[in-house]
């Protein structure tokens, strides 16, 4: 971990104006905007290819104010409606000046994403409870934007923008994840304007000039020790610290010992080499949480505790309830529906195989499904009461699930477990400005350091929407990819 002095450096193996650690989708990012500015870039990735876990992703890419595709799927959004909600939404102790420029800036960046990098999104919106589109749809809700309480903060847009397979991708829609259909635009990209990658070479040291400049990497290659000089600077993009299991379990030990939404090269190491460098770091417990359980049955039902109380609205965000139940209700969740509303739920879905639910006990009265959920006497049958009235009535003013959700939850009853549901990733990493570069515990740039994507901490510093990750990751890879190039 410790930073090596260039004067130890026997020789150079390889050279470049800027180097990236890391081909997933901030280190494309970075690489295309570095060479955008026609610096000389060169990409070392430890796996045998490009992708990471952007590659395996849903694809959703947080972005708003008022983009193209927006527009055309008739929503109105403004970069003040769009900072208003994630400062609500994926705090607390955001950065407001990363939320500002990331809001204002995010109708361009999605014209860059498309007319640069050759990103295709079908115009077309997508308005059914679920974690991804059934189809090549381009838009839709990703965070709970129009569900209480974000309703009453700022107005409803959908921000979810998802890749269809274009003219670049050659892969057919549906056949492959939709990270794959934004990762190959931009490595071809990247490719055309002369980024050159090495792989299976895995970045394990920074190197520093006599003058404190980070000067290069240190790495490994079939066996190899590599030293690989950056005149201009180096970009750490190796993800987050999610497959660590000691920085898991000294920062987000909620994480522990369940899968982790991610690849396992996101071992930390961007993050600790700019520690050992004296970098500061932000936000490590914050983490997000993802519960695989159809939304279709989610909106359906109630979700309770190991207490059989509701805790939050079931019609948001699904990984706000993912979050909700392992982060705040010590991950012992059921989701409680009715034989009408598993019977709707299984009509409407079209969802994938594996977030298919079905219940994991039933019973014909809800004091024996309690006692087969293993509650405290009562609890269940005093929340489906006060539950059922209020549905009687269209409302819920206990957590304010929009009526066209609400029914009175009647005769056999099953429940979901979502205790072995609930996977996440780590949200937290090493500190930047704006530009991606990291700073210093005094508040000053690394000279020569820069970093973005999951290494670091983006726009979500708490909460979560689907797509802040590629979102931000390319965001702000590409300020850091401009600004190394510049230098
Ligand atoms: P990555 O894209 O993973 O790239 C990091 C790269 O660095 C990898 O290629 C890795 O091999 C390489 N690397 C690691 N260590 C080294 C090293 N020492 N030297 C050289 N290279 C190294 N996010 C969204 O925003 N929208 C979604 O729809 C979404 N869906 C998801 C679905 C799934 C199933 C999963 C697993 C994740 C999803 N995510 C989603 C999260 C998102 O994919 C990641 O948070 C995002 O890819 C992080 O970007 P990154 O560039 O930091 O890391």
Same mark, same amino acid.
Request: proline share 6%; hydrophobic share 40%.
């Given at each position: 971990?410790?930073?090596?002095?260039?004067?130890?450096?026997?020789?150079?193996?390889?050279?470049?104006?800027?180097?990236?650690?890391?081909?997933?989708?901030?280190? *494309?990012?970075?690489?295309?905007?570095?060479?955008?500015?026609? !610096?000389?870039?060169?990409?070392?990735?430890?796996?045998?290819?490009?992708?990471?876990?952007?590659?395996?992703? $849903?694809?959703?890419?947080?972005?708003?104010?008022?983009?193209?595709?927006?527009?055309?799927?008739?929503?109105?959004?403004?970069? @003040?409606?769009?900072?208003?909600?994630?400062?609500?939404?994926?705090?607390?102790?955001?950065?407001?000046?990363?939320?500002?420029?990331?809001?204002?800036?995010?109708?361009?960046?999605?014209?860059?994403?498309? #007319?640069?990098?050759?990103?295709?999104?079908?115009?077309?919106?997508?308005?059914?409870?679920?974690?991804?589109?059934?189809?090549?749809?381009?838009?839709?809700?990703?965070?709970?934007?129009?569900?209480?309480?974000?309703? !009453?903060?700022?107005?409803?847009?959908?921000?979810?923008?998802?890749?269809?397979?274009?003219?670049?991708?050659?892969?057919?829609?549906?056949?492959? $994840?939709?990270?794959?259909?934004?990762?190959?635009?931009?490595?071809?990209?990247?490719?055309?304007?002369?980024?050159? *990658?090495?792989?299976?070479?895995?970045?394990?040291?920074? /190197?520093? @000039?006599?003058?404190?400049?980070?000067?290069?990497?240190? *790495? =490994?290659?079939?066996?190899?020790?590599?030293?690989? =000089?950056?005149?201009?600077?180096?970009?750490?993009?190796?993800?987050?610290?999610?497959?660590?299991?000691?920085?898991?379990?000294?920062?987000?030990?909620?994480?522990?010992?369940?899968?982790?939404?991610?690849?396992?090269?996101?071992?930390?190491?961007?993050?600790?080499?700019?520690? !050992?460098?004296?970098?500061?770091?932000?936000?490590?417990?914050?983490?997000? /949480?993802?519960?695989?359980?159809? %939304?279709?049955?989610?909106?359906?039902?109630?979700?309770?505790?190991?207490?059989?109380?509701?805790?939050?609205?079931?019609?948001?965000?699904?990984?706000?309830?993912?979050?909700?139940?392992?982060?705040?209700?010590?991950?012992?969740?059921?989701? /409680?529906?009715?034989?009408?509303?598993?019977?709707?739920?299984?009509?409407?879905?079209?969802?994938?195989?594996?977030?298919?639910?079905? %219940?994991?006990?039933?019973?014909?009265?809800?004091?024996?499904?309690?006692?087969?959920?293993?509650?405290?006497?009562?609890?269940?049958?005093?929340?489906?009461?006060?539950?059922?009235?209020? *549905?009687?009535?269209? =409302?819920? %003013?206990?957590?304010?699930?929009? @009526?066209?959700?609400?029914?009175?939850?009647?005769?056999?009853?099953?429940?979901?477990?979502?205790?072995?549901?609930?996977?996440?990733?780590?949200?937290?990493?090493?500190?930047?400005?704006?530009?991606?570069?990291?700073?210093?515990?005094?508040?000053?740039?690394?000279?020569?350091?820069?970093?973005?994507?999951?290494?670091?901490?983006?726009?979500?510093?708490? #909460?979560?929407?689907? $797509?802040?990750?590629?979102?931000?990751?390319?965001?702000?890879?590409?300020?850091?990819?401009?600004?190394?190039?510049?230098?």
């Amino acid at each position: 971990m410790r930073p090596i002095d260039e004067s130890t450096v026997p020789e150079w193996d390889a050279d470049a104006e800027v180097v990236i650690a890391g081909y997933g989708v901030a280190g *494309a990012a970075a690489a295309v905007a570095a060479a955008q500015q026609g !610096a000389e870039v060169l990409v070392l990735e430890r796996a045998g290819g490009w992708g990471g876990a952007a590659a395996l992703s $849903g694809g959703f890419i947080y972005l708003g104010g008022g983009t193209a595709l927006q527009r055309a799927c008739g929503y109105d959004d403004t970069p @003040a409606n769009m900072a208003a909600f994630l400062t609500a939404a994926l705090g607390p102790g955001g950065d407001p000046h990363k939320i500002r420029l990331y809001s204002e800036g995010s109708p361009e960046h999605y014209d860059w994403l498309t #007319g640069t990098c050759g990103v295709a999104f079908r115009p077309a919106f997508f308005g059914e409870p679920a974690w991804e589109a059934y189809g090549d749809e381009g838009l839709m809700y990703s965070g709970g934007e129009n569900a209480h309480p974000f309703t !009453a903060i700022a107005d409803p847009a959908p921000r979810g923008h998802l890749p269809c397979a274009g003219p670049l991708t050659g892969a057919p829609n549906g056949e492959q $994840g939709r990270g794959r259909l934004l990762m190959e635009p931009l490595v071809r990209t990247a490719s055309r304007l002369g980024v050159t *990658a090495r792989y299976d070479t895995r970045v394990d040291g920074l /190197v520093v @000039a006599a003058d404190g400049r980070v000067c290069g990497v240190r *790495a =490994r290659s079939f066996g190899r020790t590599l030293h690989v =000089r950056a005149r201009r600077g180096v970009i750490l993009t190796t993800g987050s610290f999610t497959y660590d299991e000691a920085m898991v379990g000294a920062h987000t030990p909620r994480l522990s010992g369940r899968p982790g939404a991610a690849v396992e090269e996101h071992d930390g190491i961007s993050i600790r080499l700019g520690q !050992a460098l004296g970098a500061q770091v932000s936000h490590l417990d914050a983490c997000e /949480v993802a519960v695989g359980v159809d %939304p279709q049955h989610l909106i359906r039902g109630i979700v309770v505790n190991a207490h059989g109380q509701r805790f939050i609205n079931e019609d948001t965000y699904a990984g706000r309830i993912g979050q909700a139940s392992l982060l705040h209700q010590g991950n012992g969740c059921w989701l /409680v529906l009715d034989e009408t509303g598993f019977e709707e739920a299984d009509a409407a879905t079209r969802a994938a195989e594996q977030l298919r639910t079905s %219940p994991t006990v039933v019973a014909e009265t809800p004091t024996e499904l309690a006692s087969a959920m293993g509650l405290p006497e009562g609890a269940l049958e005093s929340t489906l009461d006060l539950y059922n009235r209020h *549905a009687e009535q269209g =409302r819920d %003013p206990v957590h304010h699930k929009a @009526a066209a959700w609400l029914r009175p939850l009647k005769g056999p009853l099953g429940a979901v477990d979502l205790s072995p549901r609930t996977a996440g990733f780590a949200l937290g990493g090493l500190t930047t400005d704006t530009e991606g570069r990291v700073l210093h515990v005094d508040g000053s740039p690394l000279p020569g350091l820069y970093a973005a994507g999951r290494a670091t901490t983006g726009i979500a510093t708490g #909460g979560y929407a689907s $797509g802040a990750s590629l979102g931000d990751g390319t965001f702000f890879g590409r300020r850091a990819g401009h600004e190394a190039a510049r230098r």
